[in-house]
Each structure stands twice: as C-alpha cells, then as structure tokens.
C-alpha cells in the first residue's frame, strides 16, 4: 500500500511498468503470508484504480505477473484517452470478460496502437474477435499468450475484418486444456 499510494501520487506519469516478483510461490512460505500479500495487492490495485492522478493522462501501461482482476484493470484504465500501449503478462485473474470493456466500452480504445498479452488464459471466441475490432487504431497485436479455436481464425479476422499491421497470432490453438501426449502403440 505505501508503493500504492506513492505511485498513484506522481502527477505527471506518462508510462507506468509494474512487474510483481512472484517468488513466494517458490519459496516454502506459509500459506497465511501468500494469503496476506494478495489482500494487500488487491488493495493496492483498489488505490490506483480509485485515486491514481494520473489515470486520465496515461499513455503505456505494462503490467506482469499481478493479481489484478478485469475490474480493477477497468477503472486503472477507464478515464485513460491516452493511452497508446497496453502490455499485460501472467495477470491470471483478468478474464474474458475485459475484451468487452477494451473493444466496446473503454474511450481511450481508439487511440491504442498496440496491444501485447501473454501468459494468460484468456480465449479468443467470435465475441472477443468482434470486441478486437472496437480497437480502429490497433497497429501491434501480439495474442501469442491466449488461446484461438483453430489456427486460422486469427489470421482470417485480421485479413477481412481488422487489419492489423503487425499481429502475432495466439501459439495455443483449439483449447486451453490440451495436454494429451500422443504414444506411438508400437512403442508401449
């Protein structure tokens, strides 16, 4: 909260990077402590979300490894017309549910030229290919993080539909849970 507050207090932020080292999943560290400092992040989130100075003026944010949620992103981001880059990592608890708010809702949606999202688990279904589309001035899109039906889909939206210079295209294709290793019967 101290950091929290501090940063929401800079006046004149421009470009905002937070990267949360999760080295205590990595560590034998009690169960009550993990517990204690996610309170504490998502009481951080709350704070820049709610009072950050900043907020309208914001022009690239990156965020890695936090445990934000979709809401909190949303009012880090809502007052934001500025913003021109968004780069979002192993935020595991952002949903779905943010493509509404950034193809549809957000207002700073058409001034954003560059879109980064890895690690995630987010899926790419025909509402959230239509919601990408709400982003007219999108020039970078790198979904490599999230998950597409087939290989195809992404590269067809972006041919007839979006237009996208430069996209990445998401690395996993058809689902999320797709671990099965393929034995050769000779072999076994």
């Known amino acids: 909260m101290p ?3 501090a940063i929401s207090r800079l006046l004149a932020l421009r470009d905002l990077s937070i990267r949360v080292e999760d080295d205590l999943y990595a560590r034998a560290v009690p169960r009550s402590h993990i517990a204690v400092e996610r309170r504490e992040q998502d009481s951080a989130w709350n704070l ?3 009072k950050a100075a900043w907020r309208a003026r914001l022009q690239r944010l990156k965020i890695q490894n ?3 949620n979709s809401k909190q992103l949303t ?3 809502e007052h934001s017309r500025c913003c021109e880059e968004l780069w979002l990592s192993g935020c595991k608890f952002i949903g779905n549910d943010i493509w509404d708010f950034l193809g549809y809702e957000w207002v700073g949606r058409i001034r954003l030229q560059s879109l980064h999202i890895a690690e995630s688990c ?3 279904d025909e ?3 239509k919601a990408i589309g709400g982003l ?12 597409a039906m087939n290989s195809h889909v992404v590269e067809h939206w972006n041919k007839n539909v979006w237009h996208i210079p430069h996209l990445v295209p998401p690395k996993h294709v058809d689902t999320q849970h797709d671990n099965e290793i393929e034995i050769d019967p000779d072999y076994v």
């Open 3 to 5: 950091i929290a507050r």
């Open 48 to 50: 820049l979300g709610q």
């Open 66 to 68: 936090a445990d934000l």
């Open 75 to 77: 009012k880090l981001l």
């Open 122 to 124: 987010w899926s790419l």
């Open 127 to 129: 509402s959230s290919l």
């Open 136 to 147: 007219t001035d999108l020039q970078h899109l790198n979904i490599q993080g999230c998950y």
